[in-house]
């Protein structure tokens, strides 16, 4: 995600190499150096190691295939994170229109939300269409699962990217860890991108979820949307790994 948007004020800062997902990252820490005056950095055009990996695996689990019911949901951390807004309602939506549902919220949810979690866990635990992840998500339950809900959390993008396939985005607040992100100009990709990658449903109208679902991969023309827009975001696609790898022994053999 966006550098100013998505980590602290200043964290960067005292980098001197910076290896960029895509030119908007480019764009937003040359900004960043302007605005407050900073040392250029050295900017590698890099890539999405992650999105990567997860492209290899795609191509190891072809004969899982589609399971036409199983609804990853995958909430990121913060007071208004979907799971605390409309979390169980969601869960029950989804449940009674006979979807599976594995549900993986952020780590530091577990931490911050131990009543909503306990309570979930009491609710949902004995319905065998219910699945409460607390570590990564199995590859082989992420590559045959039918979609994603989420809010403004990261994984949503690795989804879109590696499936080419539209995330459901619930409209709730986006948590802010730098307040003066306004400072800089560039809007956030997480932001700009949102509504192009998915669809955008507001808390109170998760009751169309269901129709959602059973409507959204009814449109060939979002697959090729969606790579378009994974193209022209991300540098270097199934190649990171090598780029990053040459750049760390070129600075390794420069130090010595």
């Given at each position: 995600?966006?550098?100013?948007?998505?980590?602290?004020?200043?964290?960067?800062?005292?980098?001197?190499?910076?290896?960029?997902?895509?030119?908007?990252?480019?764009?937003?820490?040359?900004?960043?150096?302007?605005?407050y005056n900073l040392k250029p950095k050295k900017l590698i055009q890099y890539g999405f190691g992650r999105l990567d990996?997860?492209?290899?695996?795609?191509?190891?689990?072809?004969?899982?295939?589609i399971d036409k019911k199983t609804v990853i949901i995958a909430p990121s951390y913060g007071k208004n994170n979907l799971l605390e807004v409309c979390g169980i309602e969601l869960l029950d939506i989804l449940l009674e229109s006979n979807f599976s549902v594995l549900l993986r919220?952020?780590?530091?949810?577990?931490?911050?939300?131990?009543?909503?979690?306990?309570?979930?866990?009491?609710?949902?635990?004995?319905?065998?269409?219910?699945?409460l992840e607390e570590g990564i998500i199995p590859a082989e339950k992420f590559?045959?699962?039918?979609?994603?809900?989420?809010?403004?959390?990261?994984?949503?993008?690795?989804?879109?990217?590696?499936?080419?396939?539209?995330?459901?985005?619930?409209?709730?607040?986006?948590?802010?860890?730098?307040?003066?992100?306004?400072?800089?100009?560039?809007?956030?990709?997480?932001?700009?991108?949102?509504?192009?990658?998915?669809?955008?449903?507001?808390?109170?109208?998760i009751k169309k979820i269901p129709k959602i679902i059973s409507d959204m991969n009814k449109n060939n023309l979002i697959s090729e949307k969606i790579k378009k827009i994974r193209s022209e975001t991300v540098f270097n696609i199934g190649e990171s790994s090598k780029i990053g790898a040459d750049v760390i022994e070129k600075i390794c053999l420069e130090k010595n």
């Open positions: 995600f966006s550098i100013h948007s998505y980590l602290r004020k200043g964290a960067l800062d005292n980098y001197d190499t910076i290896f960029c997902v895509g030119n908007f990252h480019e764009k937003e820490i040359r900004e960043t150096e302007n605005t990996t997860l492209l290899q695996e795609k191509h190891k689990f072809p004969q899982i295939g919220p952020h780590y530091r949810i577990f931490k911050d939300s131990k009543n909503l979690i306990e309570t979930i866990r009491e609710r949902f635990e004995n319905n065998s269409n219910f699945i590559h045959s699962s039918l979609c994603m809900i989420s809010d403004w959390s990261g994984i949503s993008f690795e989804y879109a990217f590696t499936f080419e396939q539209e995330v459901i985005f619930i409209d709730v607040p986006k948590k802010i860890l730098n307040k003066d992100f306004g400072e800089i100009s560039s809007e956030p990709i997480e932001i700009s991108l949102r509504h192009k990658i998915g669809h955008v449903v507001l808390p109170e109208d």
